[in-house]
């Protein structure tokens, strides 16, 4: 019974997502003329001065993991290198974003620049047809779609068209918002090399690539391949999105929660559909999988811990938020203002940063919460709230962390709501809130595994999963 709810709330997503796609494209046909707008060297200049100044105002603290120095040294770099009358959308887009992204914080950024992308691959535009991982600071092969089959996964990627990768991976860091190099990565890994070796190189006909595979360096010529045909209609998105529910064994239950977004009834049913099947299956362990997590709401993540915890718990220690003119703008605009959240917001002064209380979560009746043991996998791809559930089930003693440390950082800048710069219209996302793990520790690390087991992206084999089955079968 369990199953088939299951099959067809996936599918309702399937096609809800398909007809938002179809819808995005549709819209994106229409706005094909606002993607060819040049904008101009003086509405640029006042654009970046806008920016610096709302993300001054509006950030709960820009230099956090920055210096004031450094960005703004890296402002007037950015500021002095615009030499042309005017830039298109993409070009100002990767402008500002180089701004942005010296405040290394991952939930601020100029968002990657999906229009133009897609614009760029409806008119035939082509891309690098490697995919890589980076183990141990290496760059590695992990998907050739290219015509060249000599080319193994598991090969080390040295050098495009002469330049070391290395050299390339520095020019792409300045386009990816992040706290640590070893985030910077993962997002890279995410949204994959080919697309950002785009948006910083351009489009490119042919590729020399030096590759080492057995300790022999080898060069092989590689043509671009179709963003569309060759690439996006084959590869599968390292995010996992879809709910899932399996039974490894009669006494161990696999659990994937899918995205903490969406139609929250819908998710609070599968939640409790999927407990109540656990329930009658008599499970002795539950994995809950958070790897390859899109992140999203705490609503979604306390409803999930509610069916593991034994007291009312939190979802942070501390949560703190900053007000100002332009989110208070942003408010009246676009929240319900009756709700004491958003109230909040608009009683405090600008450029206030104050506490907010969100109370404590109740879990559920005891006849319905799992007692066994909890297991939660996590890695590097795992985002945003499925860190701060992480962490919150680890601080509470609730569950054991399986996987390799989390390339974001369960306290979080973040809480982020976005605006519009007055001139491009191009799109700014800001942190406006700071989430402390329930711990208090501020170790400026992700979460630990209380279990630390390598995950490979370079092949199928899911070491995680595997390593702790074998813990459990001991």
């Known amino acids: 019974m369990f199953t088939e709810k299951l099959m067809k709330m996936n599918n309702f997503y399937l096609k809800l997502r398909c ?4 819808l995005f494209w549709c819209v ?21 001065t806008y920016l610096k100044k709302s993300l001054e105002e509006a950030h ?14 890296n402002y007037e770099k950015v500021k002095q290198s615009i030499n042309q009358d005017s830039l298109s959308s993409l070009q100002a887009k990767k402008l500002f974003q180089q701004v942005v992204s010296q405040v290394n914080n991952g939930h601020t950024r100029i ?65 990816i918002s992040a706290e640590r190099k070893y985030f910077k990565n993962a997002q890279l890994e995410n949204m994959s090399l080919p697309r950002f070796y ?35 209609m084959k590869r599968d998105d390292i995010i996992k999105h879809k709910w899932k529910l399996e039974f490894i064994e009669k006494s161990t239950a696999y659990l994937r929660p899918g995205d903490f977004g969406g139609e929250l009834e819908q998710y609070k049913l599968f939640i409790d559909s999927a407990f109540v099947e656990i329930k009658d299956n008599e499970t002795k362990n539950l994995i809950i999988d958070l790897r ?31 007000t100002s003119k332009q989110l208070k703008e942003n408010t009246r605009l676009r929240k319900d203002t009756t709700q004491a959240y958003w109230k909040s917001i608009l009683n405090h002064n600008d450029g206030e940063i104050y506490d907010y209380e969100f109370g404590l979560y109740e ?30 089930i680890q601080d509470y003693g609730w569950g054991k962390i399986v996987g390799e440390e989390t390339a974001e950082f369960p306290n979080l800048y ?38 630390m087991i390598n995950d490979r992206l370079l092949d199928d084999q899911d070491e995680i999963l595997e390593g702790l089955m074998e813990i459990l079968e001991q």
């Open 19 to 22: 007809y938002r796609i179809v």
């Open 28 to 48: 994106l046909l229409i706005s094909q003329s606002s993607l060819s707008q040049q904008f101009s060297k003086a509405d640029i200049l006042s654009d970046l």
């Open 60 to 73: 709960i603290n820009l230099y956090a993991y920055t210096t004031k120095d450094r960005f703004e040294n």
């Open 111 to 175: 968002p990657f620049p999906i229009p133009e992308y897609i614009a760029y691959a409806q008119n035939g535009g082509t891309l690098f047809p490697l995919e890589v991982a980076i183990e141990n600071g290496k760059v590695m092969v992990r998907k050739n779609w290219s015509e060249n089959t000599e080319i193994e996964n598991n090969s080390e990627l040295l050098s495009i068209n002469g330049q070391p990768i290395n050299a390339i991976l520095e020019n792409i860091y300045p386009q």
């Open 198 to 232: 785009w948006l910083v190189q351009g489009e490119e006909s042919s590729f020399e690539v030096e590759i080492l595979t057995n300790g022999k360096r080898q060069k092989h010529q590689l043509k671009a391949i179709s963003a569309i045909e060759d690439f996006e």
């Open 292 to 322: 390859n997590h899109s992140g999203g709401d705490d609503s979604f993540g306390n409803y999930l811990v509610s069916y593991i915890s034994d007291k009312p718990f939190k979802w942070a220690s501390r949560f703190q938020l900053k």
């Open 363 to 392: 879990p559920q009746p005891k006849h319905k919460r799992f007692q066994g043991k909890v297991y939660v996998l996590v890695n590097r791809q795992s985002y945003s709230q499925s860190t701060v559930t992480a962490a919150q």
């Open 414 to 451: 973040a809480s982020i709501y976005n605006y519009l710069l007055p001139k491009t219209g191009i799109t700014v996302e800001v942190s406006k809130g700071k989430i402390e793990r329930i711990s208090g520790v501020d170790n400026g690390k992700g979460v630990i595994p209380d279990i």
